[in-house]
Protein backbone atom coordinates (compact mmCIF):
# COMPACT_ATOMS: atom_id res chain seq x y z
CA UNK A 1 0.00 0.00 0.00
CA UNK A 2 1.71 3.38 -0.82
CA UNK A 3 2.54 5.49 1.91
CA UNK A 4 -0.14 8.27 1.30
CA UNK A 5 -2.98 6.03 1.89
CA UNK A 6 -1.24 4.67 4.69
CA UNK A 7 -1.41 8.08 6.56
CA UNK A 8 -4.88 9.00 5.24
CA UNK A 9 -5.89 5.57 7.04
CA UNK A 10 -4.16 7.28 10.08
CA UNK A 11 -5.39 10.85 9.86
CA UNK A 12 -8.90 9.14 9.62
CA UNK A 13 -9.06 6.92 11.86
CA UNK A 14 -7.24 9.16 14.63
CA UNK A 15 -9.87 12.02 13.75
CA UNK A 16 -12.41 9.21 14.53
CA UNK A 17 -11.96 7.19 17.59
CA UNK A 18 -10.53 11.81 18.99
CA UNK A 19 -13.96 12.64 18.20
CA UNK A 20 -15.62 9.88 19.98
CA UNK A 21 -13.51 10.23 22.90
CA UNK A 22 -14.53 14.36 23.06
CA UNK A 23 -17.82 13.75 22.87
CA UNK A 24 -18.29 10.13 24.88
CA UNK A 25 -16.10 11.00 27.47
CA UNK A 26 -14.50 14.96 27.44
CA UNK A 27 -11.69 16.40 27.21
CA UNK A 28 -10.76 16.44 30.66
CA UNK A 29 -11.81 12.69 31.21
CA UNK A 30 -9.24 10.89 33.27
CA UNK A 31 -8.39 8.64 31.07
CA UNK A 32 -8.44 10.77 27.76
CA UNK A 33 -6.11 13.38 30.07
CA UNK A 34 -3.53 9.87 30.58
CA UNK A 35 -3.97 8.58 27.25
CA UNK A 36 -2.68 11.70 25.63
CA UNK A 37 -0.06 13.19 27.67
CA UNK A 38 1.14 9.72 28.03
CA UNK A 39 0.47 7.72 24.98
CA UNK A 40 -0.06 9.76 21.75
CA UNK A 41 1.36 13.12 22.32
CA UNK A 42 4.80 11.64 23.00
CA UNK A 43 4.76 9.27 20.19
CA UNK A 44 3.69 12.32 18.06
CA UNK A 45 6.58 14.07 19.25
CA UNK A 46 9.18 11.29 19.36
CA UNK A 47 8.63 11.59 14.92
CA UNK A 48 8.94 15.00 15.18
CA UNK A 49 12.03 14.90 16.99
CA UNK A 50 13.46 12.54 14.77
CA UNK A 51 12.40 14.30 11.76
CA UNK A 52 13.68 17.47 13.13
CA UNK A 53 16.93 16.18 14.44
CA UNK A 54 18.11 15.24 10.66
CA UNK A 55 16.64 18.11 8.53
CA UNK A 56 19.80 20.31 9.47
CA UNK A 57 22.33 17.97 8.09
CA UNK A 58 19.85 17.22 5.51
CA UNK A 59 18.65 21.10 4.63
CA UNK A 60 22.87 21.78 4.53
CA UNK A 61 24.05 19.04 2.11
CA UNK A 62 20.92 19.18 -0.39
CA UNK A 63 21.23 22.98 -0.94
CA UNK A 64 24.85 22.62 -1.53
CA UNK A 65 24.79 19.81 -3.84
CA UNK A 66 21.69 21.13 -5.43
CA UNK A 67 24.28 24.55 -6.28
CA UNK A 68 27.22 22.50 -6.90
CA UNK A 69 25.56 20.35 -9.47
CA UNK A 70 24.48 23.88 -10.88
CA UNK A 71 27.53 23.57 -12.75
CA UNK A 72 28.22 27.63 -12.96
CA UNK A 73 27.60 30.75 -11.80
CA UNK A 74 25.39 32.23 -14.44
CA UNK A 75 23.35 28.87 -14.05
CA UNK A 76 23.04 29.32 -10.19
CA UNK A 77 22.19 32.68 -10.75
CA UNK A 78 19.46 32.62 -13.30
CA UNK A 79 17.38 29.91 -11.01
CA UNK A 80 18.32 31.91 -7.81
CA UNK A 81 16.30 35.21 -9.74
CA UNK A 82 13.88 33.29 -10.92
CA UNK A 83 13.14 31.56 -7.47
CA UNK A 84 12.98 35.08 -5.77
CA UNK A 85 10.93 36.43 -8.51
CA UNK A 86 7.97 33.71 -8.56
CA UNK A 87 8.39 33.33 -4.57
CA UNK A 88 7.38 37.35 -4.15
CA UNK A 89 5.15 37.42 -6.93
CA UNK A 90 3.15 34.52 -5.77
CA UNK A 91 3.26 35.44 -1.84
CA UNK A 92 1.98 38.97 -2.36
CA UNK A 93 -1.00 37.19 -4.78
CA UNK A 94 -1.61 35.25 -1.39
CA UNK A 95 -1.94 38.31 0.72
CA UNK A 96 -3.77 40.00 -1.80
CA UNK A 97 -6.53 36.99 -1.48
CA UNK A 98 -6.77 36.63 2.38
CA UNK A 99 -7.27 40.97 2.52
CA UNK A 100 -9.75 41.07 -0.05
CA UNK A 101 -11.66 38.21 1.74
CA UNK A 102 -11.10 39.26 4.88
CA UNK A 103 -12.78 42.95 4.05
CA UNK A 104 -15.53 41.65 2.19
CA UNK A 105 -16.91 38.92 4.24
CA UNK A 106 -15.47 40.96 7.55
CA UNK A 107 -15.05 37.97 10.02
CA UNK A 108 -13.76 39.79 13.26
CA UNK A 109 -16.97 41.62 13.34
CA UNK A 110 -19.32 38.61 14.24
CA UNK A 111 -17.39 36.81 16.97
CA UNK A 112 -19.48 36.35 20.20
CA UNK A 113 -17.94 38.95 22.83
CA UNK A 114 -18.75 36.25 26.03
CA UNK A 115 -17.14 33.41 23.79
CA UNK A 116 -14.12 35.57 23.36
CA UNK A 117 -13.61 36.66 26.86
CA UNK A 118 -13.38 33.22 27.39
CA UNK A 119 -10.60 32.11 24.91
CA UNK A 120 -8.57 34.58 25.31
CA UNK A 121 -8.70 33.94 29.06
CA UNK A 122 -7.77 30.20 28.42
CA UNK A 123 -4.74 31.58 25.72
CA UNK A 124 -4.03 34.17 28.19
CA UNK A 125 -0.38 32.84 29.21
CA UNK A 126 1.27 31.19 25.65
CA UNK A 127 -0.39 34.58 24.29
CA UNK A 128 1.88 36.54 26.62
CA UNK A 129 4.78 34.25 25.76
CA UNK A 130 4.48 34.74 22.64
CA UNK A 131 4.08 38.23 22.64
CA UNK A 132 7.59 38.32 24.47
CA UNK A 133 9.03 36.22 22.03
CA UNK A 134 8.09 38.68 19.38
CA UNK A 135 9.55 41.54 21.06
CA UNK A 136 12.80 39.62 21.22
CA UNK A 137 13.11 38.81 17.40
CA UNK A 138 15.89 41.11 15.42
CA UNK A 139 14.08 43.55 13.41
CA UNK A 140 15.31 45.52 10.17
CA UNK A 141 18.53 45.70 9.57
CA UNK A 142 19.71 43.84 12.56
CA UNK A 143 17.24 40.70 10.99
CA UNK A 144 19.19 41.04 7.68
CA UNK A 145 22.52 40.93 9.90
CA UNK A 146 21.15 37.65 11.86
CA UNK A 147 21.40 35.87 8.63
CA UNK A 148 25.04 35.79 8.29
CA UNK A 149 25.90 33.60 11.26
CA UNK A 150 29.39 34.24 13.23
CA UNK A 151 29.13 30.81 14.03
CA UNK A 152 27.43 28.12 11.48
CA UNK A 153 27.35 25.70 14.49
CA UNK A 154 26.13 28.09 17.50
CA UNK A 155 23.36 28.45 14.48
CA UNK A 156 22.45 25.27 13.81
CA UNK A 157 21.98 24.79 17.49
CA UNK A 158 19.62 27.82 18.07
CA UNK A 159 17.20 26.16 14.94
CA UNK A 160 18.60 29.81 12.87
CA UNK A 161 17.66 28.11 9.40
CA UNK A 162 18.10 30.98 7.37
CA UNK A 163 21.77 30.95 8.80
CA UNK A 164 22.23 27.59 8.35
CA UNK A 165 21.41 28.73 4.69
CA UNK A 166 23.37 31.19 4.22
CA UNK A 167 26.15 29.27 5.08
CA UNK A 168 25.39 26.46 2.69
CA UNK A 169 24.59 29.02 -0.15
CA UNK A 170 28.48 30.03 0.44
CA UNK A 171 29.70 26.01 0.42
CA UNK A 172 28.08 25.62 -2.63
CA UNK A 173 29.18 28.84 -4.54
CA UNK A 174 33.04 27.81 -3.77
CA UNK A 175 32.11 24.28 -4.66
CA UNK A 176 30.70 25.95 -8.19
CA UNK A 177 34.04 28.42 -8.56
CA UNK A 178 36.78 25.91 -7.22
CA UNK A 179 36.89 22.83 -9.78
CA UNK A 180 40.11 20.84 -7.80
CA UNK A 181 40.49 17.60 -6.47
CA UNK A 182 40.01 18.63 -3.09
CA UNK A 183 36.94 20.88 -3.79
CA UNK A 184 35.36 17.63 -5.92
CA UNK A 185 36.40 15.29 -2.54
CA UNK A 186 34.52 17.64 -0.65
CA UNK A 187 31.32 17.89 -2.68
CA UNK A 188 31.22 13.49 -2.95
CA UNK A 189 31.53 13.62 1.09
CA UNK A 190 28.32 15.90 1.32
CA UNK A 191 26.46 14.00 -1.56
CA UNK A 192 27.32 11.46 0.88
CA UNK A 193 26.10 13.40 4.10
CA UNK A 194 22.80 14.14 1.99
CA UNK A 195 22.06 10.02 0.97
CA UNK A 196 22.54 8.82 4.28
CA UNK A 197 20.09 11.54 5.62
CA UNK A 198 17.85 10.53 2.95
CA UNK A 199 18.48 6.80 4.04
CA UNK A 200 17.62 7.30 7.63
CA UNK A 201 14.94 9.56 6.92
CA UNK A 202 13.50 6.75 4.97
CA UNK A 203 13.46 5.09 7.58
CA UNK A 204 11.81 7.51 10.60
CA UNK A 205 9.00 8.11 7.43
CA UNK A 206 7.81 4.65 7.90
CA UNK A 207 6.71 5.77 11.63
CA UNK A 208 4.16 8.75 9.74
CA UNK A 209 0.95 6.63 9.55
CA UNK A 210 1.40 5.72 13.71
CA UNK A 211 2.25 9.70 14.51
CA UNK A 212 -0.42 10.75 12.21
CA UNK A 213 -2.53 8.33 13.64
CA UNK A 214 -1.69 10.55 17.37
CA UNK A 215 -1.82 14.39 15.69
CA UNK A 216 -5.20 13.94 14.63
CA UNK A 217 -6.40 11.79 18.12
CA UNK A 218 -4.69 14.49 20.16
CA UNK A 219 -6.44 17.02 18.06
CA UNK A 220 -10.38 15.93 17.76
CA UNK A 221 -10.05 14.32 21.46
CA UNK A 222 -8.89 17.71 23.30
CA UNK A 223 -10.73 20.38 21.10
CA UNK A 224 -13.56 18.46 19.09
CA UNK A 225 -15.26 20.63 16.51
CA UNK A 226 -16.55 23.45 19.30
CA UNK A 227 -13.34 25.74 18.71
CA UNK A 228 -14.19 25.84 15.28
CA UNK A 229 -17.30 26.41 15.29
CA UNK A 230 -17.29 29.18 17.43
CA UNK A 231 -14.47 30.69 15.16
CA UNK A 232 -16.27 29.52 12.17
CA UNK A 233 -16.62 32.61 10.63
CA UNK A 234 -12.34 32.97 10.82
CA UNK A 235 -11.47 29.60 10.10
CA UNK A 236 -13.88 29.74 7.41
CA UNK A 237 -11.99 32.77 5.74
CA UNK A 238 -8.91 31.24 6.33
CA UNK A 239 -9.66 27.68 4.73
CA UNK A 240 -11.53 29.37 1.34
CA UNK A 241 -8.55 32.02 0.97
CA UNK A 242 -6.25 28.96 0.77
CA UNK A 243 -8.49 26.97 -1.30
CA UNK A 244 -8.63 29.98 -3.63
CA UNK A 245 -4.60 30.03 -4.39
CA UNK A 246 -3.72 26.32 -4.44
CA UNK A 247 -6.30 25.78 -6.64
CA UNK A 248 -6.49 28.62 -9.58
CA UNK A 249 -3.12 30.42 -8.29
CA UNK A 250 -1.16 27.31 -8.33
CA UNK A 251 -3.15 25.46 -11.52
CA UNK A 252 -2.44 28.62 -13.46
CA UNK A 253 0.99 28.81 -13.07
CA UNK A 254 1.84 25.37 -13.55
CA UNK A 255 -0.18 25.53 -17.03
CA UNK A 256 0.61 28.88 -18.18
CA UNK A 257 3.73 29.48 -17.06
CA UNK A 258 5.83 26.04 -15.67
CA UNK A 259 3.78 24.37 -18.62
CA UNK A 260 2.90 21.29 -16.30
CA UNK A 261 -0.30 19.88 -16.09
CA UNK A 262 -2.28 20.81 -12.84
CA UNK A 263 -3.70 17.50 -12.48
CA UNK A 264 -1.01 15.72 -12.87
CA UNK A 265 0.64 17.41 -10.20
CA UNK A 266 -1.89 17.31 -7.26
CA UNK A 267 -1.99 14.03 -8.18
CA UNK A 268 1.96 13.45 -7.59
CA UNK A 269 1.96 15.88 -4.68
CA UNK A 270 -0.64 13.72 -2.43
CA UNK A 271 2.02 12.06 -0.55
CA UNK A 272 3.80 15.21 0.49
CA UNK A 273 0.39 16.99 1.27
CA UNK A 274 -0.66 14.54 3.63
CA UNK A 275 3.08 14.74 5.34
CA UNK A 276 2.42 18.58 5.67
CA UNK A 277 -0.99 18.27 6.98
CA UNK A 278 -0.22 16.32 9.37
CA UNK A 279 2.80 17.29 10.76
CA UNK A 280 1.98 21.04 10.15
CA UNK A 281 5.80 21.85 9.27
CA UNK A 282 8.01 22.88 6.37
CA UNK A 283 10.75 21.25 7.51
CA UNK A 284 9.44 18.23 8.23
CA UNK A 285 8.09 17.88 5.10
CA UNK A 286 11.51 18.29 3.38
CA UNK A 287 12.86 14.91 2.86
CA UNK A 288 9.44 13.50 1.43
CA UNK A 289 9.04 16.90 -0.67
CA UNK A 290 12.28 15.69 -2.12
CA UNK A 291 11.59 12.30 -3.05
CA UNK A 292 8.09 13.23 -4.45
CA UNK A 293 9.60 16.08 -6.68
CA UNK A 294 12.36 13.37 -7.97
CA UNK A 295 10.24 10.41 -8.47
CA UNK A 296 6.59 11.06 -8.49
CA UNK A 297 6.58 14.54 -10.67
CA UNK A 298 9.84 14.18 -12.43
CA UNK A 299 11.45 17.13 -11.91
CA UNK A 300 15.08 17.74 -12.98
CA UNK A 301 16.99 17.02 -9.33
CA UNK A 302 19.43 19.97 -9.06
CA UNK A 303 16.47 22.17 -9.09
CA UNK A 304 14.30 20.56 -6.92
CA UNK A 305 16.97 20.01 -4.32
CA UNK A 306 17.50 24.11 -4.68
CA UNK A 307 14.12 25.29 -4.61
CA UNK A 308 12.85 23.08 -2.22
CA UNK A 309 14.94 23.69 0.08
CA UNK A 310 15.27 26.99 -0.14
CA UNK A 311 11.47 27.39 -0.34
CA UNK A 312 11.13 25.15 3.18
CA UNK A 313 11.83 28.35 4.82
CA UNK A 314 11.57 30.98 2.05
CA UNK A 315 8.80 30.49 -0.15
CA UNK A 316 5.77 30.09 2.40
CA UNK A 317 2.29 31.57 0.78
CA UNK A 318 0.49 30.11 3.19
CA UNK A 319 1.81 31.44 6.36
CA UNK A 320 1.85 35.16 4.34
CA UNK A 321 -1.76 34.48 3.86
CA UNK A 322 -2.82 33.59 7.19
CA UNK A 323 -0.89 36.22 8.99
CA UNK A 324 -2.66 38.63 6.74
CA UNK A 325 -6.17 37.57 7.26
CA UNK A 326 -5.55 36.95 10.90
CA UNK A 327 -3.89 40.59 11.54
CA UNK A 328 -6.82 42.07 9.98
CA UNK A 329 -9.60 40.02 11.45
CA UNK A 330 -7.96 40.97 15.26
CA UNK A 331 -7.91 44.50 14.07
CA UNK A 332 -12.19 43.81 13.18
CA UNK A 333 -12.67 42.26 16.37
CA UNK A 334 -10.84 45.40 18.49
CA UNK A 335 -12.45 47.90 16.55
CA UNK A 336 -8.95 49.03 15.16
CA UNK A 337 -9.98 50.49 11.99
CA UNK A 338 -6.85 49.89 9.18
CA UNK A 339 -6.27 52.74 6.42
CA UNK A 340 -5.33 51.56 2.97
CA UNK A 341 -2.07 52.10 3.40
CA UNK A 342 -1.86 50.45 6.88
CA UNK A 343 -3.05 47.42 5.11
CA UNK A 344 -0.68 48.09 2.36
CA UNK A 345 2.02 47.80 4.97
CA UNK A 346 1.06 44.77 6.50
CA UNK A 347 1.01 43.04 3.43
CA UNK A 348 4.19 43.96 2.72
CA UNK A 349 5.43 43.05 6.31
CA UNK A 350 3.08 39.31 5.70
CA UNK A 351 5.39 38.79 2.32
CA UNK A 352 8.82 39.40 4.03
CA UNK A 353 7.04 37.13 7.13
CA UNK A 354 6.73 34.50 4.89
CA UNK A 355 10.34 34.72 3.50
CA UNK A 356 11.72 34.42 7.01
CA UNK A 357 8.51 32.35 9.20
CA UNK A 358 10.49 28.85 10.57
CA UNK A 359 9.13 25.96 9.14
CA UNK A 360 8.21 24.74 12.39
CA UNK A 361 4.51 24.52 13.78
CA UNK A 362 3.10 27.60 15.21
CA UNK A 363 6.02 29.36 13.87
CA UNK A 364 3.77 32.52 12.29
CA UNK A 365 2.50 33.30 15.92
CA UNK A 366 5.31 35.35 16.54
CA UNK A 367 5.55 37.58 13.33
CA UNK A 368 1.70 38.18 13.47
CA UNK A 369 2.24 39.56 17.00
CA UNK A 370 4.59 41.70 15.43
CA UNK A 371 2.95 43.07 13.13
CA UNK A 372 -0.19 43.28 15.42
CA UNK A 373 1.86 45.94 17.81
CA UNK A 374 3.31 47.43 14.40
CA UNK A 375 -0.63 48.65 13.06
CA UNK A 376 -1.78 49.09 16.52
CA UNK A 377 -4.03 46.31 17.33
CA UNK A 378 -3.52 44.59 20.77
CA UNK A 379 -0.72 41.52 20.40
CA UNK A 380 -2.71 39.68 22.92
CA UNK A 381 -5.10 39.11 20.74
CA UNK A 382 -3.87 36.08 19.24
CA UNK A 383 -4.83 34.44 22.48
CA UNK A 384 -8.10 34.43 20.75
CA UNK A 385 -7.24 31.72 17.47
CA UNK A 386 -4.80 29.75 19.96
CA UNK A 387 -7.48 27.21 20.14
CA UNK A 388 -7.81 26.93 16.13
CA UNK A 389 -4.27 27.75 15.15
CA UNK A 390 -3.22 24.12 14.85
CA UNK A 391 -5.85 23.16 12.94
CA UNK A 392 -5.52 26.07 10.53
CA UNK A 393 -1.45 25.21 10.85
CA UNK A 394 -1.61 22.15 9.33
CA UNK A 395 -4.25 23.42 6.37
CA UNK A 396 -1.51 26.49 5.36
CA UNK A 397 1.66 24.18 5.64
CA UNK A 398 -0.66 21.92 3.12
CA UNK A 399 -0.45 24.90 1.02
CA UNK A 400 3.21 26.09 1.81
CA UNK A 401 4.63 22.66 0.94
CA UNK A 402 2.04 22.41 -2.73
CA UNK A 403 3.35 26.06 -3.07
CA UNK A 404 7.02 24.85 -3.38
CA UNK A 405 6.94 21.69 -5.16
CA UNK A 406 4.61 24.14 -7.72
CA UNK A 407 7.55 26.54 -7.93
CA UNK A 408 9.79 24.03 -8.66
CA UNK A 409 7.68 22.50 -11.12
CA UNK A 410 7.31 26.27 -12.88
CA UNK A 411 11.01 26.94 -12.65
CA UNK A 412 12.06 23.84 -13.76
CA UNK A 413 10.67 24.49 -17.18
CA UNK A 414 13.58 24.94 -19.57
CA UNK A 415 16.21 23.55 -17.32
CA UNK A 416 17.91 19.80 -17.00
CA UNK A 417 19.38 18.09 -14.98
Known amino acids: ?62 L ?11 SLGRVGWKTLAYTVIVSAIAVVIGLLLVNWIKPGAGVDPVAAQQMLAEGADRA ?101 VRLGAYVGVVLLALSIHMVVVYSLALKFVGGYSPVKFFRGSQEAMVMAFSTASSNATLPTA ?21 GATANQNGTALFEGVTVLFLAQFFGVDLSLMQQVVVMLVCILGGIGTAGVPAGSLPVVALICAMVGVPPEGIGLI ?29 ETD
Open 290 to 310: LKVAEHDLGLPRRISRFVLTI
Open 64 to 74: VVGIAEMGDVR
Open 128 to 228: SAIVTSSAEQPRGMDMLVSIVPSNVVSAAAQNSILAVMFFALMIGIGLVINKSEAANALQKAIEGLFEVSMTLIGIVIKLAPYAVFCFMFNLAALFGWDLL
Open 1 to 62: MPLHWKMAIGFFSGLFLGLVAYYTAGADAEWVQWLTNWVTQPLGQLFLRLIFMLVIPLLFSA
Open 386 to 414: LGVDRFLDMCRTTLNVTGDLAAAAVISRG
